[in-house]
């Protein structure tokens, strides 16, 4: 995106992908990140007190999203620079030490002002596009991310404290800058935690964030103050006064990764403090326990801002492309079927060099742009719960076509799939059904007969463009 913020756009609105999520790291747009103290006279709350060049791959991306109908989520991101880190930091810690909560909010107010559609950069003329969807920090059960996690032998948390006085600033910071009716997502976690890896398992960190003990109940005594929690229940109402994000976000969102070719429906045995994408109930039931917990009756939404599989290649141990690509189609079938999960996720177009070391292989793409069996499984998904069933007997298909949206938007027509079937042995597919596409983001969801052993497919064709397919689905009729 950074490289050729232009040409990525063009490609993830011809998947159709509606949102794309950007980080906006605090350092990459503070001056002298580098450095013990800000600049003298510094206002970390004027847009225009950072350095111009700093904004502008950001302005970029903002106006040709915009030019484009794209949407963006800027997740307002670690690592701070080294001037807002807090005091009795070791010298390994890293600027993402007891961040100051002060100077993230005037950052937060920053970025929120520019980005308030009323903004105009000193020497245009014209303001920049308004941004409406927020995420406030990443993975905050993470230590690379946030420190520390936790002291006295992990037995008391401390990043849930942290992560709760930067939630705080930022929240009153969009709200001053106008953004107090867009999405404002929360949470950010990361699915697991492993405390010699300097990780706290994610519901384990939300128990903290909200003042829970491990059976949900709330806090009391020492236990809650040493969290900065109230100490007795006369306190809870302040508490959650001051703590206004924590109640009234958008949603609160999770990385909800699967681990090697595990299924979507695979919950992690012996981790009940995982928030990876089996245990989401249990995270969207934690959740309803702390609002109940303060006499709110919040059923947050949970939004998937991370998630893909690893695959083989590159990674060893992993799923291959093909197993990968019906893996996402299952995962994005239960999310769809979820009214409590509001979005599915697709992290990254392009999988990193390998020179760069990451491990980070989740990507549509090979890290030379060949499009991997994900590629066309994300852009046109498909899902067939039953795949062995009666010769004519009726199976839900359910697919969508991610493209249709902006054909639908660009052409003013009506968008129509073809389900297609080839009986084994056969050289080619037939249509058996075209269904109509009445959900604005193309999804659907029909019955349909399949008169024999053979493979089923989605076919869709872009306006002026070429045909494209889905993956192949095999079912067996009896």
Same mark, same amino acid.
């Given at each position: ?161 942290l992560y709760r006085g930067l939630l705080d600033a930022a929240w009153d910071a969009l709200l001053a800058t106008g953004h107090g009716h867009d999405t404002i997502l929360i949470g950010e976690l990361a699915p697991r935690g492993i405390e010699a890896a300097d990780g706290m398992v994610p519901l384990r960190f939300v128990r903290a964030l909200y003042c829970l003990s491990d059976s949900l109940q709330p806090l009391r005594g020492a236990a809650a103050t040493v969290l900065g929690c109230p100490p007795t229940a006369a306190g809870s109402s302040a508490f959650r006064a001051r703590n206004p994000a924590l109640f009234d976000a958008s949603g609160f969102s999770d990385h909800p990764y699967p681990q090697g070719q595990a299924k979507p429906d695979f919950v992690t045995p012996d981790e009940p403090d995982y928030a ?133 938007? *660009? ?5 129509? +799939?073809?389900?297609? &079937?080839? $009986?084994? #042995? @056969?050289? !080619?597919? /037939? ?7 009445? *959900? ?5 969801? +029909?019955?349909?007969? &399949?008169? $024999?052993? #053979? @493979?089923? !497919?989605? /076919? ?14 095999? +079912?067996?009729?009896?």
């Amino acid at each position: 995106m950074l490289a050729n913020p232009s040409g990525t756009l063009d490609t993830l609105r011809s998947l159709g992908v509606d949102v794309v999520k950007v980080f906006v790291p605090w350092d990459d747009i503070a001056p002298d990140p580098a450095s013990s103290h800000p600049p003298a006279g510094f206002d970390g709350s004027d847009p225009s007190a950072y350095p111009a060049a700093n904004w502008a791959i950001y302005d970029t991306i903002v106006r040709d999203a915009a030019a484009r109908g794209v949407g963006l989520d800027l997740t307002l991101a670690e690592p701070p620079p080294r001037w807002a880190r807090g005091a009795g930091a070791p010298a390994d810690a890293g600027p993402q030490w007891k961040p100051s909560p002060a100077l993230f909010g005037q950052f937060v107010h920053a970025v929120g002002a520019r980005y308030s559609g009323h903004y105009t950069p000193p020497g245009e003329t014209k303001p920049l596009p308004r941004v409406s969807t927020w995420s406030i920090w990443n993975e905050p059960n993470y230590g690379p991310e946030l420190k520390p996690q936790a002291i006295d032998h992990w037995r008391i948390p401390v990043s849930p404290m942290l992560y709760r006085g930067l939630l705080d600033a930022a929240w009153d910071a969009l709200l001053a800058t106008g953004h107090g009716h867009d999405t404002i997502l929360i949470g950010e976690l990361a699915p697991r935690g492993i405390e010699a890896a300097d990780g706290m398992v994610p519901l384990r960190f939300v128990r903290a964030l909200y003042c829970l003990s491990d059976s949900l109940q709330p806090l009391r005594g020492a236990a809650a103050t040493v969290l900065g929690c109230p100490p007795t229940a006369a306190g809870s109402s302040a508490f959650r006064a001051r703590n206004p994000a924590l109640f009234d976000a958008s949603g609160f969102s999770d990385h909800p990764y699967p681990q090697g070719q595990a299924k979507p429906d695979f919950v992690t045995p012996d981790e009940p403090d995982y928030a990876d994408f089996a245990a989401l109930p249990k995270l969207m039931s934690t959740l309803d326990h702390a609002q109940q917990a303060y006499g709110a009756s919040k059923r947050f939404q949970i939004w998937s801002t991370e998630f893909g599989y690893k695959t083989n290649p590159p990674l060893a141990l992993q799923a291959s492309p093909t197993v990968a690509a019906s893996l996402i189609n299952w995962s994005e079938y239960l999310s769809w079927r979820n009214p409590r999960i509001a979005s599915y996720d697709q992290f990254g177009l392009v999988d990193p060099l390998p020179s760069s070391g990451s491990s980070f292989v989740t990507a549509l793409e090979s890290s030379n742009g060949t499009p991997k069996a994900t590629y066309d499984a994300y852009r046109m998904p498909v899902w067939l719960p039953v795949t062995s069933f009666s010769s004519g007997q009726p199976v839900e298909v359910w697919g969508c076509v991610r493209p249709a949206r902006y054909a639908r938007i *660009d052409s003013g027509r009506v968008q129509r +799939v073809r389900i297609q &079937f080839k $009986r084994a #042995g @056969a050289a !080619r597919f /037939a249509t058996v059904a075209t269904v109509t596409l009445s *959900d604005p983001y193309g999804y659907f969801d +029909v019955d349909q007969a &399949f008169p $024999r052993t #053979g @493979a089923v !497919r989605l /076919a869709w064709t872009y306006p002026h463009g070429a045909e494209i397919f889905s993956r192949t689905v095999s +079912v067996t009729a009896h």
